[in-house]
């Protein structure tokens, strides 16, 4: 008998390629854990709050009285009338509960735009710093991606003259993220609103994740929906994985118009048939109720930052802004590490403390590393004491 040969698709070679150094800091740190090692974890962005209990509670009552069937391809009523009416409340666009379709993740809701919009080998423009799930997701749909850098030396900042310069005569979308994972920038209504004109104007889709909506500080979002004059070619992303606290409940949904809905729809219903009914209710629940909680998470989110900022501030060696949203921090460390890479391993090692090195993020990344704002103020001070005594003995072994 000869030896089955196992063949597979290009999707998931694409997938299986993904760049090896992603998460090896982390992988590392969680052997280390595994080991008994006192291992502090600042590396990835799932909120260290519990879901709110009101939510629980309205998700066991829900279960309670048999909500566990099939759902409709494009989600519950309740949940996208939910999500229509706070589109409409905050945007002079009406939103009718027929522009949203719900997914399982804003992740998954990407894939499934992308997928929707874009043939293999066509063009995307994506500023980055980039969320790093965009890159499996582009590789996996074989897609050529044009990467846009907003510098570090300008803070990151949202650049619409260098994302309208890099679109061409082959480019069919452009994605945006604000506030961008991992730097918490945020772009202007006025820019969002010219951007998307240009992209109109050229028969370009443009998709805004908006995922971070949610956790800003100085000043409130402003959703790509609320500012473009003309939704035609819009699409916008959100869920409440990060908001709300409901990372493992795995429930984002996308917004937009005319036949890209029904195409999102027909895409839902041929690859997850539905999200869980109880998840669904329990999600518009949260939409309706979710002022006072979300308001202590963010206050808790932004005493954090405020926390990394300054004594990130006072450690000779590195350098950070102070990011307008988001659950992150990122910090320069090229005057102490050659890389993020080198910095994060090396930290790591020396003492216990796991962040992530820019570099998967973008080039314009490449010498930074990104801090976490997902753990409590008391253990992102033990953090910063040991990142501290790291940099001072770097910098003692270099003079």
């Known amino acids: 008998m000869t030896d089955f040969t196992p063949q597979f698709s290009l999707q998931s ?18 052997d ?23 939510i629980l509670d309205f998700a066991r009552a829900r279960l309670g009285v048999g909500r566990t069937h099939y759902s ?36 998954n809701a990407i894939y499934a735009v992308l997928s929707c919009l874009l043939n293999p080998g066509e063009e995307i423009v994506i500023p980055e710093p980039m969320y790093i799930g965009y890159v499996p ?38 994605m945006i993220n604000t506030p961008v994972n991992p730097t918490g920038a945020m772009a202007t209504p006025e820019q969002l609103r010219e951007l998307a004109a240009f992209c109109r104007e050229r028969n370009i889709w443009l998709v805004c994740d908006e995922m971070y909506s949610m956790i800003t500080f100085a000043r409130r979002h402003t959703s790509l929906r609320t500012a473009a004059e003309s939704l035609d ?80 501030g006072k450690i000779p060696g590195l350098g950070c802004y102070s990011p307008d949203a988001g659950m992150f921090v990122m910090v320069n460390v090229s005057e102490v590490a050659s890389s993020g890479q080198e910095f994060a ?37 033990r953090a910063l004491d040991r990142i501290e005594r790291f940099v001072t003995c770097a910098n003692r072994q270099a003079s």
Request: net charge negative.
């Open 137 to 174: 997701i582009c590789d996996s749909l074989r897609l050529s991606v044009n990467r846009v850098a907003c510098p570090a030396e300008q803070d990151f900042a949202f650049d619409v003259e260098a994302i309208k310069a890099a679109v061409s005569e082959e480019t069919r979308v452009v």
């Open 345 to 381: 391993e090396a930290l790591l090692e020396a003492e216990r403390v796991s962040v992530l090195p820019g570099a998967p993020f973008g080039e314009c990344a490449v010498n930074h590393v990104r801090l976490t704002l997902a753990a409590d103020e008391a253990e992102l001070s």
């Open 233 to 312: 070619n819009i699409v916008v992303i959100d869920g409440l994985s990060k908001s709300h606290a409901m990372s493992g409940w795995r429930l984002g949904w996308a917004v937009a118009r005319g036949p890209l809905v029904d195409r999102l729809a027909a895409f839902a219903g041929a690859t997850i048939f539905g999200c869980p009914q109880f998840i669904q209710e329990a999600a518009a629940f949260a939409l309706e109720f979710d002022s006072y909680f979300v308001k202590q998470m963010r206050d808790a989110y932004e005493r954090r930052r405020n926390l990394i900022v300054e004594r990130i």
């Open 13 to 30: 070679e694409a997938l299986n390629c993904e760049d090896s150094n992603v998460w090896a800091v982390s992988d590392r740190a969680h």
């Open 72 to 107: 409709p391809a494009a989600g519950e009523p309740v949940l996208r009338r939910a999500i229509a009416d706070i589109e409409s409340r905050v945007s002079p666009h009406p939103c009718n509960p027929d522009d949203v379709v719900v997914f399982p993740g804003g992740t």
């Open 32 to 54: 280390l854990a595994d080991k008994g090692e006192d291992v502090i974890f600042l590396c990835v962005g799932d909120p260290n709050f519990d879901t709110p209990e009101p």
